[in-house]
């Protein structure tokens, strides 16, 4: 089945914050990558340098260094300790560059918080925390856990004159200790040059303004009359709306000065008390309200801070920050072979003859030739429909994560191969046999524009996209593809997060896959788990009053051997613009049953429409063959709309597991490369009460294709979905196989995206 | 950080239990077979595993070419490049001969380990199998085909990004003649003209330098050598022609 990016599941994928603190920001301080090496070892070298957009500072820096121009970015706003651009516990009102992805990690007078965000637009950021608070001994707990949300506006953006200026809900739907809201002001400056380098520094003035837990010292006035207190007994989860602006207000401010790229000194003025901390609790002892740390930049995408805090307290932060728009490692692509240009008709009637159609043998010997050209490609030549002046090439992309790269390889081919009479070229990529969209393309073109100035435009221009038409009869399969067998033998890493005893566990252990697909479109595939050590098994059993259709995965992680998945599944074109599938068989870790959808999806239409419905029952708790008596019929209607810089909206209206009914809002933003990060949550008719802590399911996913950090091809990516809280309430069935990441990966919209790739 | 230090209770600390077996997992992993792409994980370890044995094998200095090595590799004409960024040279054969607009032709030069750099009359306009490639190049032709730069004009390269697009780069460019010098490449010596372009653009300027046949000679002469801009992630690359 192909590599459904949208599919991950909750049970699946690597322990998202771990591995990606690890594995990205090791990567640029001390590159693996034999390919990347060169590359990776410059930009951690090269001091970063600002772009062209950036004021004098960038070109007095290349002055000194090298005068080409560059696309490094600018080093980004440092964060806090809440992992938001800021001072150390004060926000600032600076703004990430666009699809920013930054990890926090901060330290200090026995709490921890760590913190993932992401600039989901220019001006609109979310993050999502979690938190330990040791010896707050309250609510029950002595080390006290906490996961809370936040947003952040920038309500201006800087200008000569004025500062950027940024509005910022913290804490807006947990439980509420971090709850505040704040509007902050940040004003850039340069300053002269400093030591060695003598490249001119920065200076960034802050102010701002604080509720909730930001006007807790030194208000100077209260709003909007008095702020409900924080509620622990809450099983939170719910937008704090009452809460919002209201209670006393106190400013806030401070100084940040970046020397030169690598160093930064903080000075803050904290307007937060720290009262359940030190006053109701013990945690640590705040004598002052000012804050002062040093940052060392330590790699292009890692940053260091030590600070003194509260005059009483040291703290340390690590902050590390990528962007899907700038990888680690350059791409390479082995440079594909030249367009073969075929000489001209007038003068070679010989080369431009028809007469080799006639021959009856003539689509075997050149599909042979095509798959043997795309074979060191990565892409398998599926079947092949040739006339005197047409061709169509159906083909499995197995390697590249762009479908466009892989149509300008078969291109080529078929411009190396085919005879000159052929004009017309229909290449359609499929995925697990189901033919996805078909590009059209005149060779004259291809052999016009290779070296044309603007080649990527000038061929996206003359390239028809359009529905892939039924297989014809006429077409050539290519023989000795069908039955085929595939297998792996894995690692598997599987997290669990936030039990309040023990807030990350994992198991480890080793997955063997096997797949064979007997005929095009179909697939019957298995895996066989065997966990080699772990802790997951020693979670908190289940107290949920639902049926407990996922809550009880302590119970499942009892057992060392399983079977994850075993079931067949076929997909096909049901008609135009129509894609199918029926899964049968053990679908998931806890289910086993019958799937079936249906997706609408025009090649060049940004709106799919899907529907899915489902009969399953319970597996039981050892995952091999045997069932429980839950049983339930679950589906969804689902509308999926593209807009904007790459976001994805999508709404599923229908019945979830434990039979509730409700539906479920997700929005992702999706990048031409590959990456994805979006947050979902999920309403349906069980009350906030009966769903128990966290009021209803949410959550965020995220996923970055292996190609983006490893700097090879690939058509895998790593990431997760992490929800607060796994209730029984508004939970789905993992389908494997799910149509819409499928499909999409290769309509006009990701295609044309991506088309500068068709001529790599 | 301090990171035990917070969570002491908790279940990071209890991950040092868990090391040997992910050791054991870590020896075990990568195994496939079939026709899919093996496992996300097994291409990470893969990738893992090739790295260190890369720096473990560390990068052995080319030898050094000698008339004596090229006339060995047999007929044909070789290019000589060399990146700047990375010290690494490479030998170029013709992968590919395009007649072009104006009487030039572009020329495809190819590495044994598929790196391609196509030239126009002997000036880079596209790369590729280096990553961060010049896709395109719009540029003005040298009036009637002959090699070397055009005396000036806008140039447009298509810088491929990280986001699988394309990202442009004006510069506004202008060439001078310095003189004339006398090249001497592995031994024989070529009679040439200097040209230096200038371009500026993308908030920084970029020097080529050109080293054309003069006089012409028989074949209409060729861009002898050179030093050009490859884009900010190419960097700078020197070419030279061998032999002809």
Known sequence: MSHCKRSTGAATGLPAGALLAVLLAAFPAAPLMAQSSAQSSAQSSAQPQGRDSEPAFARQAGAIADLAPSFTPPLPPSLNFYGSPGLMDMPSGETLPDGQFTTGIGYFGGQLRYTMSFQALPWVSASFRYNGIRDLNLYGFSTYYDRSFDARFRLHRETRRWPEITLGLQDFAGTGIYSAEYIAATKNFVTPGWGRAALPGRLKLTAGLGWGRLGSYNSIGSTFGARPPYDPSGTGGQLAFDQWFRGPVAPFGGIEWQPDDRWGLKLEYSSDAYVTETRTSNVFERRSPFNFGIEYQATPRTRLGAYYMYGSEFGLTAQIQLNPKNTPAKLRVPAPQPVHVRPPAAGNPVVWGTEWADYPDAPVRLSGQLSALLADEGVVVESLRVDAHTAELRIRNLQYHSHALAIGRAARAMARALPASVETFHIVPLSGGMALSRATLRRSDLEALEFDGDAAAALLAVTGFSDAPPLSPAATPMPGLYPDKSWSLAPYFQPSYFDPSVPFRLDVGLDLRGTWRPAPGWIVSGLLRQRLAGNVKDGRASTSVLPHVRTDAVKYAQYGTTMQNLFTAYQWRPGRDLYGRVTLGYLEQMYAGLSGELLWKPVSSRLALGVEANYVRQRDYDQRLDLLDYSVVTGHVSAYYEFGPGLIAQVDVGRYLAGDVGATFAIDRVFDNGWSVGGFFTKTDVSAAEFGEGSFDKGIRFSIPLTWFLGTESRQSVGTTIRPITRDGGARLNVPGRLYGQVRDAHYKALSGQWARAWE | ?244
């Open chain 2, 1 to 244: 950080m301090r990171r035990g230090a917070v969570l002491g209770e908790s279940g990071l600390a209890r991950i040092p239990a868990l090391m040997p077996a992910l050791g054991l997992v870590l020896a075990l992993a990568g195994c496939s077979g079939g026709n899919d792409r093996p496992a996300a994980n097994v291409q990470l370890m893969a990738a893992v595993r090739s790295g260190v044995a890369a720096r473990a094998a560390g990068r052995g200095a080319p030898e050094a070419m000698t008339r004596a090595r090229l006339d060995a590799l047999g007929p044909g004409p070789f290019l000589e490049a060399t990146r700047e960024k990375t010290g690494q040279t490479a030998y170029l054969f013709v992968n590919a001969e395009r007649p072009d607009r104006g009487g030039g032709a572009v020329t495809v030069w190819r590495t044994e380990d598929a790196v391609t750099l196509a030239l126009r009359g002997g000036v880079l306009i596209a790369t590729r199998g280096l990553g961060g490639d010049v896709l395109s190049t719009e540029m003005q032709p040298p009036p009637s085909g002959r090699p070397g730069p055009a005396a000036g004009g806008q140039r447009v390269q298509h810088i491929r990004d990280s986001d699988d697009g394309v990202v442009p780069l004006a510069l506004a460019c202008a060439a001078a003649e310095i003189g004339p010098e006398t090249l001497d490449i592995l031994g024989r010596r070529y009679p040439t003209r200097h040209l230096r372009e200038r371009c500026e653009g993308g908030g920084g300027i970029v020097i080529n330098d050109y080293w054309i046949d003069s006089p012409p000679g028989p074949g209409g002469g060729a861009v002898r050598q050179s030093r050009q801009w490859g884009g900010p992630y190419v960097g700078y690359l020197r070419l030279r022609r061998l032999t002809d």
